[in-house]
């Protein structure tokens, strides 16, 4: 546990360097950022590079005690370079250049800035690749922000016909896998294939799954060549790249692979505004983000990260740029910060140092005000750094890994196919999987985020949010887990290849769930259905006694004689139809529908004890997460909340009363 | 009546086929449609043509008992040709190439693609001409469809200046004709006039419609020339289209006029969610349509068909394209089947014989499920085929045509032009002419819907939605036709030429109709005003004494003194304001403005009535249809319905009880 | 005082012209403006020019006893003009160009249009310019309708660079006023920088402030030729632009400057339907127009015209081009035009004299029909003319010029800047004047608009809506006048280069204001904060006490012990959470936010209180204007309005009771 802190050198004048360097030490920082926008500065004209100013901002840095996260500039590439290669500008749905002006203005699959980021990142990684300042990397900074991933250049096209060529071998096979049979939209050649854009009505759904991949594929071996340079020129010195919350035009696994610290950037307030919230809901969270956002994040990027997970950007206090941008509460610097370390994060770095006065961001805060005063957040993050002492003073292992018993499996392919796929416009693949996340929060459980190809054994409960793909072994992988499974809508819909599995979905789950999903609807959101669980002891089926609502979905289930003939499953739940609702066979549970959050909670309660997991009712604004020997509680509502049979002397960090934005910390061998 | 299905022989192993075609006879289908996206496998290499698999294709249908309806595959060319003849897409009003990827990627003006289809069409035409289990054809599939009548290409901007040149004679007479003196839009050559698109603000309207105009007929030309090669090769078999509900870019009459067969494809649920119709009306009506969307569909195809329409795509279940796709309650494939047998349909052909587990449309709902089980519209079609058997049975004339005593007019045109020059920005025609067809529905009426030159002589109600343009001779065929004539408001509110008549609206009507619109107002949603009978009795014009309330338009109306002096006019309901809201001169109505739905009934009530026609109230849900000595009711409310003094012997299909999306079918000879 | 009208003779027969000057002159109208679109009339081929046709028209208004305002017609170049010179299209922000069809065709920065327009211009200049019946000009029509001031076209490009290297010298300078160090954006030459659009995410806001300055500027030196050709050629006659209500893409007082009359076009229905108002306000207004529309919009034309200022085109009754088009209340067009000369008005001029019949614009009522019958609005105008002759004859002042106690500060800047950098999506500047601007009226407020640099000596209340770049000499000019000064929040947030000032906001107010805004926070629609005054007496912070409510946005403010270590200020209201909401340094108010509209009314009213103003409660639909010796009140509501303590003798036109839509004019020598 550690804090750390972005800084911008290039933006201030030399003079306020050391001042900078030694408040940060003094505010308990131990890591700073820099340089991943600085490529103009560091090479100012074509090949001759300006070290100097750089030089003497990482000795400023190293001599005040501060360790360097490096990084590569290629975010910001300057525009004497798009002069001469044009080509690096991607190019947008509408067939037109995505301009220099701003930033991202590159394609990943453009040769030239392919050549160019080689350049670049190994004469920063030569220079500064063994400063003993330098204690990790960053590889560029948020792939995928603003949509950056999907190009649709004419270097992006020959390199995805050569995609397709190395997956398919044949046309005749790529043919066949598609289906361009409908339509006559068959291939001779793969030279005849174009970028799936700008279709008189929607392209092939399987051409743009697989564009999407390989669009996917370019950033990770995009970041697989910076990664190769620093390791060859700064051994033994982790990479990190930042990700940003839930820009999944890539797989974030795929880069997280080659990296050694997956981080993300946490903006509980920009991130509530921006996706996918109702009205009402952004309004009740506005100053405080919505209480499972950032946990959210933090265990999908702790799943995905060798070393512990950072938060390489913290939000300090108000942002730019969301539609809105509310100010946190006060407290909620410090909130966030502690969620961070519950959920096992290595560093919480602060974006940034000091506010800066001019460009796109200038209303975005900083620990301190462009007038170089101690803003709200940094005085939350002095409290953080005094308190980081006192929690590992107080537990030996209070920097555990952590590790949990429930799991719920997260894949981008998944969010690609159903964009590409909805059938309902508003299908929303991270909107369910973050419902099934924060049904299970509410309930005090501990969950470990986890990729489809993750190893399951020692889960006790595995939800898995609707999978239109289910890989050959994960039925089996899950068999032998013991756990209780849950299954979202629409899981084993799809084949990889975008089709419909021959034995009707659930596909490959019919082994263990003897299901076949003969119909199924989509439905608008002033659509709902009535639930009623079987042994509600309600006898009948009025709409007005439902246990509760399904939304946006239902899967027609019925018996499949075909399907792993002695298998049988029991209906739980059914629709006011009599359709059911939800089954079960064994450990393997079905959801026809996606559930109102009453009784989605509802239902993994029951499912819960089912796998003999204790859990607990917080409601919408408490949360509890375990790390080590600790347990730690935040109360995001607007009333304090009071622990229960707690010991005060095991308290570490606060009191059973938690205020309003307040944060607990005790010892977890005292029962709650 | 008969059945039929659209199906796909090269989707499937060949080794299905015989079965398929066994199953479809046993299920009680009598003609097959089939090829019509089937160019590629025609045609796979360019000039080499593979008729191998579809000679069988067609034989194995044949050899079942099966009549096939042969397609022309124009809707659908091949990568190869648009790579040959990159001119053949069209161009968006973005001015960009409409990309291959999906279908009807071809621009109605390009000579390159009238001369491949001349040639496919010629090859399928002469090959299948004579083939005996050939019976029909149809000519490409959905014109329109997907917004492709309008293309900006050059070769469109090259046609359009011959047709206005054919038109106008020379630029003068076009000047004059739009009126380009005003903002110095004057043309001193044919060849300075562009497409009316990407100007600075709205392009000028006459310019606008006459580039509808152009478009339209274009799509008239182009199956013109399929028409004339299918009848050269294959006579004696009648050839349709399939047009799509309400995509009425083209004018449907003027390619109808050249075909023997106006069919469409009916997607009841597709069409409720993607039409106008408010999100509550929407969620009303979810899984059954609106009871009159698919009658007024099978009113105006039957209206344009020299033989009887057909149904050519009947939704058989979910289907894939709308935002969102909920499944037909269970009996609605039945409803729907029988509704259109009422309205006068020869034939109702489902798509698809079996749904599709690959491509664009894989979650559209099928006959049969992709693991090829008869799905519930499967089952449900086989019921229908005996009770055919059975409506044949008790009535000779079953399969009658259909003359109803009330005419609605139903006219193309009026839509392009409302739409350039709509003045209320939801001023729309198709669902203006659909409220005043529902009203005649909701009282029991039968409906012809008509075009403008329709003849009229026979008919004793004749119903006239805002129809701007009114043709010379249309009063006089109203006139001696005998009918009580409603008018909508703007009806004669314009020329042909898209300007404001010399006398003011109502143009031409004022020789029987002495009215002045001397000014109108268009009104946004929240706002509506009070309409009050004056022979309602009520003492004021309070408007929480309203008898209706006006939406959308109103026209300001008064006495013209100079228009057929001898004629004059009573107002018989006012506005709030004192303005008449719905005046009459003799047989002649004429509604200022645009009324709520029970308003406008009990105003089609009134004047039915003085037109000698016997209505009965059915409210939203029940809706009786008549043909031949039957007369037939569907339920689509959530309610039974109970026939009144209707003899039990009279039943031939269903009960004096029907169930909630039941259908019952008498004799009509009983009363009702 | 007096009445004019636009007349389009090139549209109508020449056989009616003599009719409509004599039925002109009957109706009142004293001047008549034409020939604004006429260029293709009057040069119909290249270097040919028709003057013949017009020498008539001007002969027949002249010989009439009209005075014309001849126009130069450069807002719709003819289609043989664009076909020679391409490059006179404007760019769009797409890359493509906006095209022929519709009118102001024309990039600002085209070399070919400006030669093109000086030719026209000088034509026109020369052939009229000391013609005796042509009395004004106008120069080109409504500037910036349409978007159409900013081009992207390379020689808006080429120009700009010109003008960044004029505004900075060199590119070093330019970096640094812009901040370019942040993303790499830094420039090596000015060569180098292209227009703000298509970037990946949003452009550098200085970069884009300055195009929008450039483009402005553009505009007025487009304006100025065409100004400088007249003047030339037509001595003494005074030259008008008609600038449209709140167009705003240039800088109206910097075009204002180079003419004789500002004179801006009146459409109050189409501006409420087309503007913020929310729904329900423009049902409430719907046929009235908002009651502090066109006086807000006199008040800033009034404010920047060198004459008394025109309203050149005057709503007749419905027009065409809003998404809804009603028809303005009976007594309307009498009522607005009371109210421009009440603000001062120079001349009213109705657009125009007859409906025409054809193209675009058909729709757009006249004084006439298109039949040529006098129309509602042409009734009304006559008793506006025979109402004039009362008014001069009761107040020999009655044209007097109009100052106010009351100032409001209006700034082009600010809007756009608040466009580039909202920090808040529904941050509208415009809206913010408004709503300062209608307080002030419903206190019965007579106010003057005033630019930044204006002279602000003699007033004593000064209203400064939020004003982002502070001018340096502003603060002092505020000190000196004596004027209670009331500033939005936001003001002095910006430098003049778009970047936070060195100090914090509100920057060189903290001279006057010893405050620093050491955060901001915007807020969502659906979330208002409570304020309260702290004198109010309540005991606590309860919203449900609140005095009123905040919406959009809130600075952070505390005392800035740096700033002027003598002053200090009090805080009068403060949010729920105890920040300052309100806060005042001897003259100086402070607001932190906007607040709702009866909050800022009353707090409004506690300021002119202080200010020894008088003000009266007058709700939302009377209002009161003093032009010279006389009082007008307007009533904008559904019921009668009663004047209180007025000597019957002491009324000039109408009555002490003022009937809904009614105007009374008296001498001010009674008290109200």
Request: charged share 20%; proline share 7%.
């Amino acid at each position: 546990m550690r804090l750390g802190v972005c800084y911008y050198p290039e933006h201030w004048p030399e003079s306020m360097w050391e001042d900078d360097a030694r408040r940060m030490k003094a505010l308990g920082i131990e890591q700073v950022r820099i340089a991943e926008f600085a490529w103009s500065r560091i090479e100012p004209t074509p090949g001759e590079y300006d070290w100097g100013w750089l030089d003497r901002a990482i000795d400023v840095l190293g001599a005040a005690g501060l360790q360097v996260v490096m990084c590569t500039p290629t975010a910001t590439p300057p525009k004497w370079l798009i002069d001469r290669h044009p080509d690096i500008l991607p190019i947008g749905a509408d067939g037109r250049p995505r301009a220099f002006g701003s930033r991202r203005h590159y394609d990943f699959s453009s040769p030239s800035y392919f050549v160019a980021s080689e350049k670049i990142c190994t004469a920063v990684a030569e220079r500064y690749g063994k400063h003993p300042a330098v204690a990790y990397w960053q590889t560029d900074n948020e792939f995928g922000c603003h949509h950056t991933v999907v190009s649709y250049s004419p270097a992006a096209v020959g390199r995805f016909r050569e995609w397709l060529k190395a997956k398919y071998q044949t046309v005749d096979a790529l043919n066949r896998a598609w289906g361009t049979v409908f339509w006559s939209m068959e291939y001779r050649s793969f030279d005849e294939i174009d970028a799936p854009v700008a279709t008189v009505t929607e392209a092939h759904p399987s051409h743009r799954l697989d564009y999407r991949r390989f669009a996917s594929d370019e950033v990770a071996r995009y970041n697989r060549m910076q990664v190769e340079i620093i390791r060859a020129h700064s051994p033994g010195r982790p990479v990190a790249h930042n990700f940003m919350q839930l820009f999944t035009e890539f797989d974030h696994y795929k880069v997280a692979a080659d990296l050694d610290v997956a981080s993300w950037d946490s903006y509980p307030l920009g991130a509530l505004e921006e996706q996918w919230f109702a009205p009402d809901v952004k309004a009740r969270w506005l100053r405080s983000g919505h209480p499972d956002f950032a946990s959210f994040n933090h265990d999908v990027y702790r799943g995905m990260s060798k070393l512990p997970f950072w938060v390489m950007e913290q939000q300090p206090g108000p942002v730019n740029w969301a539609l809105w941008n509310p100010a946190p509460l006060p407290g909620m610097v410090r909130l966030w910060s502690w969620e961070a370390f519950a959920h096992g994060a290595g560093c919480v770095s602060y974006f940034r140092w000091r506010q800066a006065p001019f460009a796109q961001e200038q209303m975005h805060a900083g620990l301190n005000t462009p007038d170089n005063r101690l803003d709200v957040g940094g005085n939350e993050a002095a409290r953080v750094a005094d308190e980081i002492r006192t929690v590992l003073a107080a537990d030996a292992d209070a920097n555990a890994a952590i590790r949990s018993t429930v799991a719920l499996v997260y894949d981008y392919e998944a969010k690609w196919l159903f964009e590409i796929h909805p059938q309902g416009a508003d299908f929303h693949y991270p909107r369910f999987a973050f419902e099934y996340y924060t049904a299970l929060r509410a309930l005090g459980l501990d969950v470990d985020v986890v990729p489809v190809d993750a190893p399951l054994d020692g889960y006790r409960m595995i939800v898995v949010p609707p999978l239109p793909v289910v890989p050959d072994d994960l039925v089996a992988r899950l068999a032998s887990s013991g756990a209780q499974v849950v299954f979202g809508p629409r899981t084993g819909s799809k084949t990889a290849d975008l089709q419909i599995p021959a034995n009707l979905p659930p596909g490959a789950l019919a082994s263990v769930l003897p299901l076949r999903v003969w119909r199924v609807e989509s439905m608008r959101p002033n659509v709902t259905e009535a639930v009623r669980f079987n042994d509600s002891g309600k006898a009948n089926h009025e709409a007005s006694r439902a246990d509760g609502f399904a939304r946006h979905w239902r899967d027609f289930i019925e018996a499949d004689a075909d399907a792993n003939a002695g298998a049988s499953f029991d209906v739980l739940a059914q629709f006011a139809d009599g359709q059911p609702a939800y089954v079960r066979s064994g450990a393997f549970h079905y959801l026809a529908s996606l559930f109102d959050d009453a009784l989605t909670t509802r239902l993994f309660s029951r499912i819960a004890q089912q796998a003999g997991l204790e859990t607990m009712w917080l409601g919408d604004s408490v949360r509890f997460s375990r790390r080590g020997a600790l347990t730690y509680v935040f109360n995001y509502g607007d009333d304090a909340y009071t622990l229960g049979d707690i010991d005060e002397h095991s308290i570490v960090v606060g009191s059973r009363e938690i205020e309003p934005q307040g944060v607990t910390v005790y010892r977890s061998n005292v029962k709650t």
